[in-house]
């Protein structure tokens, strides 16, 4: 397992977040208004902050449990290469994050990417849910 600490300003704050809370209002705080995403199962880069907080929330609750954890870190200053690794539902998942931040250390493009075939089938499926589930609650 890589460190969690010792990091260039932006990734450290990505970083003390993900092993943190996972609070909403410590991602919001991170992200620019206009940031974008760019899912491994959606085809269409989401845009803005709202959709993006979404979907790291949900990738925070389901990818984020205790078997995940970052491999390999390329922390290049205003941008990021993540490995990270977990299991889901019996399935090893394989998948970078790559992150971009601004001048202020705001993050402006969030990828994900995801390996092999039958993980990416997995995500889709719990983000799909667990998408769903926070639409619920917000509707309820």
């Known amino acids: 397992m890589v460190p ?6 932006n990734l450290q704050a990505w ?12 991602l ?13 199962v959606v ?3 989401q ?19 205790d078997t995940f954890r970052y491999t390999r870190i390329f922390d290049c200053g205003n941008k990021a290469v993540l ?14 994050d790559m992150i971009e931040w601004d001048k202020n250390g705001l993050i402006t493009e969030f ?3 995801v390996r092999p075939l039958k993980a990416i089938q997995t995500v889709h499926a719990a983000m799909g849910a667990m998408l769903q589930k926070m639409k619920d609650e917000a509707n309820a």
């Open 28 to 40: 919001a705080k991170q992200l620019h208004d206009d940031v974008v995403f760019l899912s491994p």
């Open 43 to 45: 085809h269409t880069p």
């Open 111 to 113: 990828k994900v990417m």
């Open 83 to 96: 490995e990270f690794e977990c299991e889901m539902d019996g399935k090893y998942v394989n998948g970078i």
């Open 47 to 65: 845009r803005g902050k709202t959709i993006t907080l979404a979907y790291l929330g949900a990738a925070g609750q389901t990818l984020g449990g």
């Open 15 to 26: 970083m003390d977040w993900m092993h943190g809370a996972h609070d909403h209002a410590g």
């Open 4 to 9: 969690t600490t010792g990091y260039e300003p």
